[in-house]
């Protein structure tokens, strides 16, 4: 229980409003947090930043506070910072990604845009993994161990 809403209720209120099955949302942080809130993990070879200079000077904080901030994926979902800012998130990344309503708010958007754009679940979770569905040339994800591990606790 969070405060007087459940985590399943937060699932579930992101799972209707952008049509994702509540089932692999579940899934996501299971394989991402093992369903712990504040989970958090430090990528230092993460380069798609958004901003940092504009975020940093808003929050008073230096530069590189932000750019390191910006290369932690954050919550339950595990969503990066800069892929939180060019979401829309302009918070506090500690003190706002760990809370799992907008953690999971955030994760939710970025899975159903890459759902958007490759039209399908399984392509969609590769991305949400990997920034795209990138496959060998055997028709296998690259992070094929990571889509069939979000599969298996989907089903």
Excluded at 113 to 120: A, D, I, R, V
Aim: hydrophobic share 35%.
């Amino acid at each position: 229980m969070i405060g007087a809403i459940t985590l399943n209720e937060i699932i579930n209120k992101y799972a209707n409003k952008y049509g994702i099955p509540a089932a692999l949302i579940r899934a996501i942080i299971q394989v991402e947090s093992s369903r712990d809130n504040y989970a958090i993990r430090h990528e230092p070879h993460y380069q798609w930043l958004y901003r940092p200079e504009y975020y940093a000077k808003k929050h008073f904080v230096t530069v590189s506070t932000e750019i390191i901030a910006q290369k932690i994926s954050w919550g339950p979902m595990q969503v990066m910072g800069a892929v939180a800012r060019e979401l829309g998130f302009d918070g506090r990344f500690l003190s706002e990604l760990t809370n799992p309503e907008l953690g999971i708010k955030y994760g939710c958007k970025h899975l159903k845009n890459f759902y958007n754009k490759y039209g399908n679940w399984t392509d969609a979770i590769a991305a949400y993994n990997a920034g795209s569905p990138r496959k060998r040339e055997d028709g296998r994800y690259m992070n094929q161990s990571y889509v069939d591990y979000v599969l298996e606790n989907w089903r």
